[in-house]
């Protein structure tokens, strides 16, 4: 469906998450682990305190949970990318002339 390097496809997908509008938490909180399993990779980090934020302890969570099921870098790139053209509400909504960077 796309052209273009998955690390292109990746940054352009990740770019365009920030003119969606209206996501629900839910959906902010797979797009954030996703993300971050795609660049960072495993959650190593350790599970912040409830007094640090409930934001902060959510996102570790849906980022451990997410590590939990051994997904790779590569797998999660491409999750994000379908999830953010999901969210989008089209397939393709990933302008190609960014991807192509």
């Known amino acids: 469906a796309f052209s ?3 690390n292109a496809l990746f940054a352009a997908a990740a ?4 003119s969606l509008t209206r ?3 839910t959906d902010k909180l797979r797009v954030y682990a996703l993300y971050k399993q795609a660049t ?3 959650c190593v980090e350790p599970k912040p305190r409830l007094m640090d934020g409930v934001t902060k302890h959510a996102k570790w969570s849906a ?6 099921t ?9 999750a994000y990318i379908e999830l953010v053209e999901s969210l ?4 393709g909504a990933i302008p190609a002339s960014s991807a192509s960077a």
């Open 70 to 78: 051994g997904v790779g870098r590569d797998d999660a790139k491409h």
């Open 63 to 68: 980022w451990s949970e997410l590590s939990a």
């Open 40 to 42: 960072v990779g495993p």
């Open 4 to 6: 273009g390097s998955l």
């Open 15 to 18: 770019a365009h998450v920030a």
């Open 23 to 25: 996501l629900s938490n």
């Open 88 to 91: 989008s509400g089209r397939a």
